[in-house]
């Protein structure tokens, strides 16, 4: 019982820390109601949404916008802006899901193998990453979804494998400070398990860090998405996804400014969100980069 | 320092077989027949047999990786499937658009990255500083392939300031003499006097410039910011201010050259990273460089081609950011003992 409290203390400070420490931060609070925004668009799209995202309607095509029929206007195929962007963000919460899910599971194991178990292991995932990190980013998640070939999922596992590096440098770099570090020499002078010592010892430490880094990869896997499918190599049409709806207004750039502007300012702002709150969970959690 | 270089060097062989074995699994583990992928569904059996033995497609993998490797190590990329040239000569007439364009994006975004950051340090915590680093984040979170668009709606369709694509006006009938553009207009100018190629194809780079600059201008002010705010904390810098210098010399003399040593380091990895921005960039304004090159091979399916671009691109991305390395030990010997 008493090694329970032990435990908690340290990890429910941090949390208070944390809210306390962002409820002063104005960044932070914009970021939360953006992110707010953004769930809530996503998880009540169909109640939001006045219209079906996929109808067309064909003699409304390209009406103007802030009219009380389409507030956002139509796009080529009459179909309401408004509410496919309500649905874009259903697929980008999907994308930035998924896509973090992926890198950050494949990174922490990787991450904290490499960490703690050092040697030959080490060295070859850390070579295989340099190798990743040999191509830049935007280039990596294209060869790869053209391994896959192109669909919403290959381009979401595309930028899920992309982000492994980034994670698994993370995880690494803290397992490598926390191992050396009095308390764990003393679990496992106890007798403490590797298993054990990893989950229960290290791992509550490389929280923080992951966090600031996986709020940073929503933003960043929305933002590669949009551009994959912009590219035609991520969302196919009729799909909302708001890249892909950029890239088909592409055309439509002189006669109808709106078709390309409103989708694009739902990615700047959900991406914006997330990049304001990474930046003061940072500034939050660690103190050093505070100015 | 040569050994420093030796290392890196040496560290770099592994990594550059890694890109280029990846680049083969690409077109190996790729669904369904490359081949047939390349000449469509309805080609006949005779036409993907034959292309099929024409890139050595039918032999065994590891046969197919040895000639692949033996072809790389010589710069062989094959032959383009859409156009029938070489890769390699087709990635040589369109690197300079790419160079060209990401140098001036790169001066973009170097000038007003560190202007914005040394004045947000400055002005820490007023207005103007909020602003700016609002600005920046804004601008690290930009969709530049819709900022691109955005771009053109104004100030070429809006406006009508701007030309919307391409590198020069079509109707100069240029003569590229070195495929630097802005190179050769001025060489233009000197032997004929004429400006207006010059005009021209500046005005052509402009948007472009800005679009691909853009990210990398924001995230140049924030360093800066962070890495000026940090050198003005320093003991010298209140000795200086002390002694009565004036504010002016302290930052821009004594304080800007130590804030600029990871500004530097951040410039040449964004370079590089320009280089794979300009796919989307390039797209966009119909602009004749390697990016806008690679995604219409990738559209095409013509595998020789993506292969050869995408290992000439990490090549220059990961010789490019050596360099920086190299550079940064120069200016900071403190990281070659480590």
Same mark, same amino acid.
């Given at each position: 019982?008493?090694?329970?409290?032990?435990?908690?203390?340290?990890?429910?400070?941090?949390?208070?820390?944390?809210?306390?420490?962002?409820?002063?931060?104005?960044?932070?609070?914009?970021?939360?109601?953006?992110?707010?925004?953004?769930?809530?668009?996503?998880?009540?799209?169909? +109640?939001?949404?006045?219209?079906?995202?996929?109808?067309?309607?064909?003699?409304?095509?390209?009406?103007?916008?802030?009219?009380?029929?389409?507030?956002?206007?139509?796009?080529?195929?009459?179909?309401?802006?408004?509410?496919?962007?309500?649905?874009?963000?259903?697929?980008?919460?999907?994308?930035?899901?998924?896509?973090?899910?992926?890198?950050?599971?494949?990174?922490?194991?990787?991450?904290?193998?490499?960490?703690?178990?050092?040697?030959?292991?080490?060295?070859?995932?850390?070579?295989?990453?340099?190798?990743?990190?040999?191509?830049?980013?935007?280039?990596?998640?294209?060869?790869?979804?053209?391994?896959?070939?192109?669909?919403?999922?290959?381009?979401?596992?595309?930028?899920?494998?992309?982000?492994? &590096?980034?994670?698994?440098?993370?995880?690494?770099?803290?397992?490598?400070?926390?191992?050396?570090?009095?308390?764990?020499?003393?679990?496992?002078? +106890?007798?403490?398990?590797? *298993?054990?010592?990893?989950?229960?010892?290290? +791992?509550?430490?490389?929280?923080?860090?992951?966090?600031?880094?996986?709020?940073?990869?929503?933003?960043?896997?929305?933002?590669?998405?949009?551009?994959?499918?912009? *590219?035609?190599?991520?969302?196919?049409?009729?799909? &909302?996804?708001?890249? +892909?709806?950029?890239?088909?207004?592409?055309?439509?750039?002189?006669?109808?400014?709106?078709?390309?502007?409103?989708?694009?300012?739902?990615?700047?702002?959900?991406?914006?969100?997330?990049?304001?709150?990474?930046?003061?969970?940072?500034?939050?959690?660690?103190?050093?980069?505070?100015? | 320092?040569?050994?420093?270089?030796?290392?890196?060097?040496?560290?770099?062989?592994?990594?550059?077989?890694?890109?280029?074995?990846?680049? !083969?699994?690409?077109?190996?583990?790729?669904?369904?027949?490359?081949?047939?992928?390349?000449?469509?569904?309805?080609?006949?059996?005779? %036409?993907?047999?034959?292309?099929?033995?024409?890139?050595?497609?039918?032999?065994?993998?590891?046969?197919?990786?040895?000639?692949?490797?033996?072809?790389?190590?010589?710069?062989?990329?094959?032959?383009?499937?859409?156009?029938?040239?070489?890769?390699?000569?087709?990635?040589?007439?369109? @690197?300079?658009?790419?160079?060209?364009?990401?140098?001036?994006?790169?001066? !973009?975004?170097?000038? @007003?990255?560190?202007?914005?950051?040394?004045? %947000?340090?400055?002005?820490?915590?007023?207005?103007?500083?909020?602003?700016?680093?609002?600005?920046?984040?804004?601008?690290?979170?930009?969709?530049?392939?819709?900022?691109?668009?955005?771009?053109?709606?104004?100030? %070429?369709? #809006?406006?009508?300031?701007?030309?919307?694509?391409?590198?020069?006006?079509?109707?100069?009938? @240029?003569?590229?003499?070195?495929?630097?553009?802005?190179?050769?207009?001025?060489?233009?100018?000197?032997?004929?006097?004429?400006?207006?190629?010059?005009?021209?194809?500046?005005?052509?780079?402009?948007?472009?410039?800005?679009?691909?600059?853009?990210?990398?201008?924001?995230?140049?002010?924030?360093?800066?910011? %962070?890495?000026?705010?940090?050198?003005?904390?320093?003991?010298?810098?209140?000795?200086?201010?002390?002694?009565?210098?004036?504010?002016?010399?302290?930052?821009?003399?004594?304080?800007?050259?130590?804030?600029?040593?990871?500004?530097?380091?951040?410039?040449?990895?964004?370079?590089?990273?320009?280089?794979?921005?300009? $796919?989307?960039?390039?797209? /966009? !304004?119909?602009?004749?460089? /390697?990016?806008?090159?690679?995604?219409?091979?990738?559209?095409?399916?013509?595998?020789?081609?993506?292969?050869? #671009? /995408?290992? $000439? /691109?990490?090549?220059?991305?990961? @010789?490019?950011?050596?360099?920086?390395?190299?550079?940064?030990?120069?200016?900071?010997?403190?990281?070659?003992?480590?």
């Amino acid at each position: 019982m008493t090694d329970d409290t032990t435990l908690h203390i340290p990890e429910q400070s941090l949390f208070r820390e944390t809210i306390v420490g962002l409820s002063k931060n104005k960044g932070a609070i914009a970021g939360l109601i953006i992110i707010c925004l953004f769930i809530i668009s996503a998880l009540g799209a169909p +109640l939001i949404a006045p219209h079906d995202p996929v109808r067309q309607v064909i003699e409304h095509r390209l009406a103007k916008p802030f009219t009380p029929s389409y507030i956002l206007g139509t796009d080529d195929l009459g179909r309401d802006l408004f509410s496919r962007i309500v649905y874009g963000s259903r697929i980008s919460l999907i994308i930035g899901i998924v896509s973090v899910g992926i890198s950050l599971s494949f990174g922490l194991i990787i991450g904290t193998l490499s960490g703690y178990y050092g040697g030959w292991f080490d060295r070859i995932v850390m070579r295989l990453i340099d190798i990743m990190l040999a191509f830049p980013y935007i280039l990596l998640t294209i060869v790869i979804v053209a391994i896959l070939g192109a669909s919403l999922l290959n381009a979401m596992i595309a930028i899920g494998i992309s982000q492994i &590096p980034q994670y698994a440098r993370v995880v690494r770099a803290t397992v490598l400070a926390e191992k050396e570090n009095d308390y764990v020499v003393a679990e496992r002078s +106890l007798g403490a398990h590797d *298993l054990e010592l990893m989950l229960r010892t290290i +791992l509550p430490n490389c929280i923080a860090p992951i966090f600031v880094q996986a709020t940073l990869g929503i933003g960043d896997a929305i933002l590669s998405s949009a551009a994959l499918s912009f *590219l035609g190599l991520g969302a196919q049409p009729p799909t &909302p996804e708001w890249g +892909l709806m950029v890239a088909t207004a592409k055309e439509f750039v002189t006669s109808a400014w709106w078709v390309v502007t409103f989708p694009g300012i739902a990615i700047l702002l959900t991406v914006l969100g997330f990049n304001l709150m990474s930046d003061s969970l940072r500034d939050v959690l660690d103190p050093r980069l505070k100015d | 320092m040569i050994r420093y270089l030796v290392k890196r060097l040496a560290l770099l062989i592994p990594t550059l077989f890694g890109v280029v074995t990846l680049v !083969f699994a690409m077109i190996a583990l790729s669904p369904g027949d490359p081949a047939q992928a390349m000449l469509g569904e309805r080609a006949n059996k005779e %036409s993907v047999e034959k292309l099929r033995e024409q890139l050595g497609l039918d032999k065994p993998l590891g046969v197919q990786y040895v000639n692949y490797l033996k072809r790389i190590a010589v710069l062989d990329f094959q032959n383009s499937i859409k156009t029938g040239q070489p890769v390699i000569q087709e990635i040589r007439a369109r @690197f300079p658009a790419t160079i060209e364009l990401s140098i001036f994006a790169m001066l !973009f975004a170097a000038f @007003f990255g560190i202007l914005i950051g040394i004045v %947000s340090a400055t002005h820490k915590n007023t207005w103007v500083d909020y602003t700016s680093m609002a600005g920046a984040l804004t601008g690290v979170s930009m969709p530049i392939f819709w900022l691109g668009l955005v771009l053109m709606l104004i100030f %070429s369709i #809006g406006l009508n300031l701007l030309p919307t694509g391409g590198r020069i006006d079509i109707r100069m009938y @240029f003569t590229p003499i070195t495929g630097f553009y802005v190179l050769d207009s001025i060489i233009y100018l000197f032997k004929e006097g004429n400006p207006a190629y010059l005009v021209s194809v500046i005005k052509h780079l402009i948007l472009p410039a800005v679009a691909l600059g853009t990210i990398p201008l924001a995230i140049i002010a924030r360093i800066t910011r %962070s890495s000026m705010l940090e050198v003005l904390k320093q003991d010298y810098i209140r000795t200086a201010r002390a002694a009565g210098i004036s504010e002016h010399k302290i930052i821009y003399q004594y304080a800007l050259r130590n804030a600029l040593l990871p500004v530097v380091t951040v410039i040449g990895l964004q370079f590089g990273l320009l280089l794979s921005g300009a $796919i989307l960039t390039e797209t /966009i !304004f119909a602009w004749p460089g /390697i990016g806008k090159w690679i995604y219409n091979a990738i559209e095409a399916r013509d595998y020789p081609a993506v292969q050869g #671009g /995408i290992i $000439i /691109i990490a090549t220059t991305f990961v @010789f490019i950011n050596l360099v920086v390395d190299l550079l940064y030990s120069v200016i900071n010997p403190k990281v070659r003992l480590s």
